[in-house]
C-alpha cells in the first residue's frame, strides 16, 4: 500500500499515475464514445433546424459546433442531448481510470481495464444519478422561483407578498447558487468518491455536499494545483509527439520528396485546427515550410487515387494521435482526483480509505472461509472415557420374621 502525506505533496503524483497505456487507453475510448455520439447529435440538431448537411460539413467537417440563434428548440433539446452523453461517457470512463489508480495505490498494480469496466457496470448508476439528483434539486427551485413571480402578478397582493418574503426568497436564491457549486463539484470529484468509497447514488450526493463544505479551500486549491499539472502534462506529452513525428517526417521525406508534403498538407484538414492547443502542432508541422499553417485550415489539395486515401488515413490517424495527447490530461486529472479525495476524506473523517477492503477482497475472504469449512476434515467421535458398569445382580430378598418372633442376642 502506498503511503499518502495527505496533504497537497501527494498531488504532484498524479502525472506519474496518468502515465499508463491502460488509463490513458479508458480515457481515450471513453473519450471517443462521447465524441461520436456528440457528432451524431449535432449534425442531427443542425438537420432538425433547417441547415444543411453539406454546408455543415464544408464548414466544421468532424468538429460541429453551434451557435446562438441558430438551432430551433428542437434542436437546442437534440444539441444538449449529445453533450449531456458526452459527459456521462467522460464520468463513466473517469470512473474506471480512478478505480485502477485507487487500487494501484492500495498496492494492486495488476488491476486490469476490463476489472474496472465491469466495476462502473455495477456501479453506474451511482456515478449518473448523483448529479441528476442535484439537477432535480435545483429544478424544483426554478419551478418555486417561477411560481413566485406568477403569485407577484395578483394586483395588490402579490406585490405585498413578494416584499414581504424577500428574505426568503433570497435565501432560497443563495441555496440555488451553492447547489449549482455542489453539481460542480460533483462532476469534478463524483467518479474519485464513487472509485474509492463504493457509495450509493445518495451517499455519494452526500459527499458532494460534504466535500465543499467542510474542506473548501484545500479542495479549490488542490484542483487549482491539479489543473497546472494537467496543463503541463499536456504541453509536454504533445511537445514530444509533435517532435517524433517532426523527425519521422523528415526522414522519410529525404527519398519520398514532395509527394508526403502534399499528403500531410491534405491531412491537416481533418484536425482540429481552430482549437487553440492544436496549434502546438499546426504552427510547425513536420517542416518548416508549414510554419506559416498557424491555426487556420489549409486550402484544398489536389490529390489523386492512392495520395486521396493516404491523406483521409494519415488524418485519421493523427486526429488518434492528438486524441491520445487529450486522454494523457483526462488520466493525469481523475488520478490527481481519486488522490484529492483520499486527502480530503482522510481530513473530514479521519478516515485512510486505502485501509478499507474492496469488494474483490471481501468476495475473495469469504470464498477462502467456505472452502475452508468444505475441505475440513469432521472431528472423530468422543471415546467413552469409563465403560459402562454392569448391572448389579439383585440379592435375594430375606424372609420377613413373624411379628410375634423374637430377636437374637
Known amino acids: 500500500m502506498m503511503k499518502l502525506y495527505f496533504d497537497f505533496r501527494d498531488v504532484f503524483r498524479a502525472a506519474r499515475y496518468g502515465l499508463s497505456g491502460k488509463k490513458i487507453l479508458l480515457q481515450f475510448w471513453g473519450f471517443l464514445l462521447g465524441y461520436v455520439g456528440y457528432v451524431i447529435l449535432t449534425y442531427i440538431a443542425l438537420l432538425a433546424s433547417g441547415i444543411g448537411l453539406g454546408a455543415t460539413w464544408a464548414t466544421y467537417r468532424l468538429f460541429p459546433a453551434v451557435v446562438p440563434g441558430v438551432l430551433t428548440w428542437l434542436g437546442w433539446i437534440i444539441y444538449i442531448a449529445g453533450v449531456v452523453f ?40 451511482a456515478i449518473v444519478f448523483s448529479p441528476i439528483m442535484i439537477i432535480i434539486i435545483i429544478a424544483f427551485l426554478v419551478v418555486c422561483g417561477i411560481v413566485a413571480g406568477l403569485i407577484g402578478k395578483i394586483p395588490f397582493l402579490g406585490e405585498l407578498l413578494v ?57 479549490v486549491v488542490y484542483n487549482v494545483l491539479l489543473g497546472g499539472l494537467v496543463v503541463a502534462a499536456v504541453y509536454i506529452f504533445g ?47 513536420w517542416t518548416g515550410k508549414l510554419a506559416l499553417v498557424s491555426i487556420y485550415r489549409m486550402p484544398h489539395m489536389e490529390l489523386h487515387g492512392a495520395e486521396s486515401a493516404a491523406a483521409v488515413i494519415l488524418g485519421i490517424f493523427l486526429l488518434i494521435i492528438f486524441g491520445m495527447v487529450l486522454s494523457y490530461g483526462l488520466a493525469t486529472w481523475s488520478a490527481g482526483q481519486t488522490i484529492i479525495y483520499l486527502i480530503i476524506r482522510k481530513r473530514k473523517d479521519d478516515e485512510n480509505l486505502l485501509e478499507r477492503e474492496d469488494e474483490e477482497e471481501e468476495e475473495f475472504e469469504e470464498f477462502e472461509e467456505a472452502e475452508e469449512e468444505e475441505t475440513a476434515e469432521p472431528a472423530p467421535p468422543a471415546e467413552k472415557k469409563e465403560e459402562e458398569a454392569p448391572p448389579a445382580e439383585e440379592k435375594p430378598e430375606e424372609p420377613e420374621e413373624e411379628s410375634g418372633g423374637k430377636e437374637k442376642k
Open 86 to 125: 458526452w459527459v456521462i461517457m467522460w464520468l463513466l470512463y473517469s470512473t474506471a481510470t480512478a478505480k485502477i489508480t485507487y487500487q494501484q495505490l492500495k498496492g494492486d498494480d495488476f488491476y486490469t481495464a476490463r476489472e474496472s469496466i465491469g466495476f462502473i457496470k455495477k456501479n453506474w448508476k
Open 163 to 219: 416584499a414581504v418574503f424577500t428574505i426568503p426568497i433570497w435565501g432560497a436564491a443563495l441555496f440555488l447558487v451553492f447547489l449549482g457549486v455542489v453539481f460542480t463539484v460533483g462532476l469534478i470529484a463524483g467518479p474519485a468518491i464513487v472509485a474509492t468509497a463504493r457509495e450509493d447514488s445518495f451517499e455519494t450526493m452526500i459527499q458532494f455536499f460534504s466535500t465543499i463544505w467542510s474542506q473548501t479551500w484545500r479542495f
Open 239 to 285: 511537445l514530444f509527439s509533435y517532435w517524433a513525428l517532426k523527425f519521422g517526417y523528415m526522414i522519410m521525406g529525404w527519398t519520398m520528396g514532395p509527394k508526403l508534403y502534399n499528403i500531410a498538407m491534405a491531412a491537416i484538414n481533418w484536425l482540429p485546427t481552430k482549437l487553440s492547443i492544436w496549434s502546438l502542432w499546426a504552427k510547425g508541422w
